[in-house]
């Protein structure tokens, strides 16, 4: 670590500094030099540090917070979609029609056309789209839009045709192609058959990959993220390619993101052949957790459930348990972290018994626990029996509030009297397990105070259901800010982040209201008006 400057470069003052360290948990001011927070304390204790060069911003009574950490953002993919069509702000199908139209007549025929994001549980009429219909607003380019789950796709005959997918194609292993009464794919993919579009697709080239992440980037400072970990999709073939995007980015000293990039599980026996671990790498750029997947999403029908849902059966495991127990006790035997996407509540029923498991084995052999815990992803819903067994197990839990505003109509209609299981914040935080958050982008918005507010209210911006849904799992605010900051940062063992003491990156968020006190329905209207990384001010709005 370099020597700390003679006198600060930068100090914010007159605000309210919410540290994260229980010893001296609020200051007014922080004093930076270089990339490192210098010290901390009362006004007068921080400004008489300054020297004549040292820059001052008054704060003006502003809260202060560790930079967010997005522990599951599908940053590769987000951040190429959003040069797509936006499809989440759409009330209805129609609107969507209109909108491929739209998209269609600006582009040269032939070219494809992607989007992402339309969530038909939350229009005026819930139908899907179909291929017929993307046909007549699009009928000379191939189209493919996801549902905003990312576990259901929606193509056209073009996009079909170039994928070779009709009648007489089988369904994918762990993947479904619906089919209307005469047997023809209705353009409707669930989970791995959307690969068998997403395949003829060709891939960007580095320098738009590269582009891609710089404006990415610029968005998530907006929001006041300093910190991602970029996740793999199920049978993930654009690994490779985001690695070396973050490497040269980091090579060429222009990454602005602590990331930690997760390895396909598809790709075991490569990675540990490579002595890879998790955590590898360094203060900017590290190697995460290798990902599985046991089962699907809600809205694709594709979760695993103990009880069958309302409209759908059981939904569907994307492994054989048997298969993920047999790769996690490799992974954790060659020193690497886990991370296990789950929603439904038998895939989390099942997940509880692996890891029980292997914490048994472990213990009769006496091996060390892994150097930075295995994650569950998700846990969207978990029975309360299974969630107590978590008091026992050396994992992180990775939830994302946000998609809960997302899930709201949706559950209620296919899962009935067990919502209340569903996005459980309460009770998990209760197990005393580490519960991080995050956003899923793109399934939601990268934004973590609309987080926050899911998960202290648990109603959307516009105040509905009035009195919460599912209110007994309610946290505080002070919780839900934790799992955005210190706890991702001591899971995985980032000690130089996640709280703002000296000694630490300066790397933080000035919000401007003080979410840890005002009324919980006034969460929405706060903004982050300035975001610091290692040091500099990256993103500025006062």
Known sequence: ??????????????????????????????????????????????????????????LGGRLVVPGFIDTHIHFYEWALKRQGVRLD???????????????????????????????ESDWTEPRMPTRDLLDRAAPHHPVLLWRCDLHLAVANSAALKLARIDAGTPDPAEGRI????????????????????????????????????????????????????????????????ALGAFHKLDRDDRLALRTWVTLPGDHLADI???????????????????????????????????????????GMPLMDMADLADKVRRADDA??????????????????????????????????????????????????????RLRHLNLALCVTPSNMVLDMNLIDRVVGAKAHWTYAFRRLIDTGAAVMFSSDCPVCDPAPLTAIHAAVTRQRADGTPVNGWHPQNRITAAEALRAYTATPAAVHRAAHIGMIVPGKKADLAVVSENVLSIRPESIPDARVEMTLFDGRIVYRKF
Do not use: Y
């Open 89 to 119: 702000d759409l009330t209805h199908l129609e609107g969507l029609l209109e909108r491929l139209h739209e998209s269609a007549a600006g582009r040269p025929t032939g070219q494809w056309i992607m989007g992402q994001g339309w969530n």
């Open 272 to 314: 540990i052949s490579l002595g890879l671990q998790t955590g590898f790498g360094n203060d900017r750029l590290r190697i995460g957790h290798v990902k599985f997947f046991s089962d699907g999403g809600m809205g694709a029908r594709t979760a695993w459930m103990i009880d069958p849902f309302t409209d759908a059966g059981r």
């Open 1 to 58: 670590m370099a020597p700390f400057p003679s006198s600060p470069d930068l100090i914010l003052f007159n605000g309210t500094i919410a540290t994260q360290n229980s010893r001296q948990p609020i200051v007014q001011a922080v004093a930076i030099g270089k990339d490192i927070l210098m010290a901390v304390g009362r006004d007068d204790e921080v400004l008489c540090l300054a020297g004549a060069g040292t820059h001052k911003v008054d």
């Open 178 to 241: 619906e089919r209307d009464h005469a047997g023809e794919p209705t353009g409707i993919l669930r989970e791995l058959a959307i690969n068998l579009v997403r395949e003829v697709v060709t891939p960007p080239q580095e320098e738009q990959i590269l582009e891609a992440f710089d404006d990415a980037t610029k968005a998530l400072h907006r929001r006041g993220v300093t910190g991602i970990h970029d996740v793999r999709l199920m049978a993930d073939r654009d690994g490779a390619r």
């Open 335 to 388: 020193g690497l972290s886990v991370m296990v996407h789950a929603v439904g509540d038998r895939a989390n029923r099942e997940l509880v018994n692996l890891f029980t498991e292997l914490e048994s084995r472990r213990s009769r052999s006496g091996r060390p626990r892994p150097f930075i815990p295995h994650r569950v992803e998700h846990m969207q819903m978990i029975r309360p029996e299974d969630a107590d």
